[in-house]
């Protein structure tokens, strides 16, 4: 999956559709699947005297939504975008905007030379 963590995002589909930008708080692997801030809030309803609420009552919380649903929001052009891998010319993997051909990050360093010694 090419979201990470922190990215901005933009919600495509369901009850919480809309054009704002959002942060990723995780990213679930095993299921495609990331918890956006915001998104897909539901009401856990917790015993009083459990240790992460003590009084008890309704706990809200967000849930997490299908990758497919979102899109991820480049800064550089200000719109919903793709996502692209490249490999540059020393040899580290970058992720980078398929609208705007701008750099998201690098994802891994370059690979190390096989240097014989002597």
Do not use: W
Not at 35 to 52: A, L
Not at 68 to 88: D, E, F, H, Q, W
């Amino acid at each position: 999956m090419r979201i990470r963590k922190g990215d901005m995002v933009v919600v495509l589909t369901g009850d919480d559709a809309s054009a704002t930008p959002r942060k990723v708080l995780s990213v679930v692997q095993s299921g495609d699947k990331v918890v956006v801030e915001g998104v897909n809030r539901v009401f856990k309803h917790v015993r009083r005297g459990h240790p992460k609420s003590q009084q008890g009552g309704r706990l809200s919380r967000e849930m997490p939504v299908s990758s497919s649903n979102v899109a991820y929001y480049c800064s550089a052009c200000g719109k919903p975008t793709r996502i692209g891998m490249r490999l540059l010319a020393d040899g580290r993997k970058e992720r980078f905007c398929k609208k705007c051909d701008a750099s998201i990050g690098v994802i891994s360093p370059a690979p190390k030379s096989a240097s014989v010694p002597g």
